[in-house]
């Protein structure tokens, strides 16, 4: 089929990016100022969801009578739902209500499954009243009591999952990227906006825990409420100083697109980059979006923009032709998963810390003189680590990258997430180094080991420490690399991982536990832990993480970053190598 172009289509031609809402916002707007309003709610939010979840292992054994392999799964899919849920935020913020209404509703639907997990535990689940500690069981539950208690614990799952990813983007949309400062503070954003997410674990994982863990859990989760109501009075109260970015529409019909127009035109051989179809001017087809500039990888896609005698013959259909922009919307969609798809067996590593630890602690000394540590509460050191490795990170770590490597960034984001999968591998290693340790140390006929739960500490700074590393780089690499019309889907990737980790780890339970348990052998994770092998599953974990590593490696090569627009002379270039102004 012979191929025709539109002069006035020519990349060469684009005049000024468009304007974007957050050029156009006075001074007054966004900033550092409001940007702390979101910190302080993510702190406090956060506080209130790990206090109800951190202990929740515990809560399922002692309180509602789950066995710890049913406990640890039903954990698992439970965390695994709540990050799922980052992907309804993250559509609906992009495409129909922008980012403070999707916080504003999420938080409320939050707040209501708090209330009602307060409720229903005091009502219906803790009788005795104080049982659910270390010595003492809780009746069965009533039918109504199970049904309200997984009623507001996915109501929570609901509400925090779709706020989570919103919120990020939001404290990001208050600097403008067109001020090269305030490109520096939005870097900076990402890396304090998990410490305050760790600030608010680390009371929630003190304090809360050791009410819980001693018996106090309607009381642990009545705070955790408070907490809730208090980061939403806050959040509103910033409301008049928010800088906001109208949402962009619905994005999957305009991939969708791309890959139809594309599939009609499989004959057609994609024309020169010249003269690929684009919008003349400074507006995008994405409403307030800025333009992307084409990129090389994906070829077979810009068969989606390339003009027929077709196209020239008929009013253009988006269903025929694309322009540049969409096009490369959905090539930055394609680019982004198999990076994507390698931060999941980290986050099986990280499920961990909610799961298999605390059990394995809940079988360990844990006397330090006459003061009871909560197995729970050791996941302290995993949140110290994070506060204190993320202060060090942005004060030497990067500069001294920096002088290393000539990238005033330091380590480039896709280096970073390298580094959290190494030190995520060598967890499991300490994890499981600690259990052989632990089976030591076991008495016959004694329900714990005596081996000391500070033993654990190991396993959880080094998860920490690959938090910082993993978790911060994917939020800078997935935001950074959205295109504007699906920011918050970006940043739902790192939440939607975490998601998909906790949904492995409950498989990766379910076939250990099914092929190691035979006859009279009771296999990996075992009712009783001290005839088990837990210690195999972490080094399991541990190789599974090392093939993973090799597979980023490569994928993390390939990769390519996104060009955006920035002017009639200049497209800016964000990327994990760079985030600088290219001529081109």
């Known amino acids: 089929m012979e191929v025709f172009s539109f002069s006035n289509g020519a990349a060469k031609g684009r005049d000024e990016n468009a304007s974007n809402e957050q050029a156009k916002a006075p001074k007054s707007i966004g900033g550092w100022k409001w940007a702390s309003f979101l910190l302080v709610n993510q702190g406090l939010a956060t506080l209130a969801f790990f206090g109800a979840c951190v202990n929740l292992v515990l809560f399922l054994t002692r309180v509602l009578g789950h066995d710890n392999a049913t406990a640890a799964n039903s954990v698992s899919k439970w965390t695994g739902t709540v990050y799922l849920c980052s992907l309804i935020g993250a559509f609906l913020s992009d495409s129909y209500w922008g980012r403070y209404l999707t916080c504003t509703v999420f938080q409320l639907i939050f707040m209501l499954g708090m209330t009602l997990l307060s409720v229903t535990s005091s009502v219906y689940l803790i009788k005795p009243e104080g049982c659910g500690n270390e010595d003492m069981m809780c009746m ?24 989570q990813p919103t919120i990020a983007t939001f404290g990001a949309d208050q600097f403008d990227e067109k001020n ?6 939005k870097e900076a954003f990402f890396s304090y906006f998990y410490f305050a997410l760790n600030a608010g674990c680390l ?3 003190t304090i809360l825990v050791y009410y819980e863990d001693s018996g106090h859990w309607t009381l642990g989760f009545f705070v955790s409420t408070g907490s809730a109501v208090i980061a939403l009075v806050l959040f509103w109260i910033g409301t008049h100083g928010y800088r906001h970015v109208k949402p962009c529409g619905n994005p999957l019909p305009r991939i969708a697109q791309v890959f139809v127009a594309a599939t009609r035109k499989m004959n057609v051989h994609p024309t020169k980059e010249g003269d690929l179809y684009e919008l003349e001017g400074s507006e995008s087809a994405i409403k307030g979006s800025r333009k992307i500039c084409h990129s090389c990888e994906f070829a077979f896609l810009d068969k989606a923009a390339t003009i027929t005698e077709d196209d020239l013959c008929h009013p253009r259909n988006p269903w025929r032709l694309c322009t540049v922009t969409q096009v490369e919307e959905a090539k930055c969609v394609l680019k982004m998963l198999p990076v994507w798809l390698c931060t999941i067996m980290y986050s099986v590593v990280f499920t961990q810390t909610a ?3 605390v059990e394995q602690g809940d079988v360990m000394r844990s006397k330090f003189g006459k003061f009871h540590v909560p197995a729970a509460s050791m996941s302290a050191f995993d949140i110290c680590s994070v506060l204190i490795c993320t202060g060090l990170y942005r004060r030497i770590m990067v500069p001294l990258a920096g002088r290393l490597s000539s990238n005033p960034q330091g380590l480039t984001e896709l280096q970073r997430m390298g580094v959290g999968l190494i030190i995520g591998m060598l967890a499991m290693v300490a994890a499981g180094t600690t259990e052989i340790q632990r089976l030591k140390y076991v008495e ?7 081996l000391s739960i500070f033993w654990q500490t190991p396993q959880y700074v080094l998860v920490g420490v690959s ?6 780089g994917q939020l800078e690499f997935f935001n950074g690399q959205a295109p504007d019309g699906i920011k918050s889907f970006g940043s739902s990737l790192c939440m939607a991982s975490i998601s998909l980790g906790n949904f492995v780890s409950s498989l990766l339970v379910i076939m250990v536990t099914a092929i190691t348990t035979r006859g009279n052998e009771p296999g990996w994770i075992p009712q009783d832990l001290n005839k088990g092998h837990i ?15 090799a597979i980023y490696l490569l994928f993390a090569k390939w990769y390519k970053c996104i060009n955006l627009e920035a002017d009639n002379k200049s497209a800016l270039k964000i990327g994990p190598e760079e985030q600088v102004v290219d001529r081109v």
Do not use: W
């Open 140 to 163: 069965a539950p009533s039918s109504a009591g199970l049904a309200l208690f997984y009623l507001s614990i996915y109501l929570i799952a609901l509400g925090y999952g779709g706020y």
């Open 180 to 185: 090269p400062r305030e490109i520096k503070s």
């Open 203 to 205: 009371l929630s994982n």
């Open 355 to 357: 799961s298999l630890f």
């Open 444 to 450: 016959p006929g004694q329900k714990s080991s005596s």
């Open 467 to 472: 938090e910082v590393f993993m978790y911060v």
């Open 535 to 549: 210690d195999r599953f972490y080094f399991l974990l541990a190789v599974l993480t090392t093939f993973d590593f």
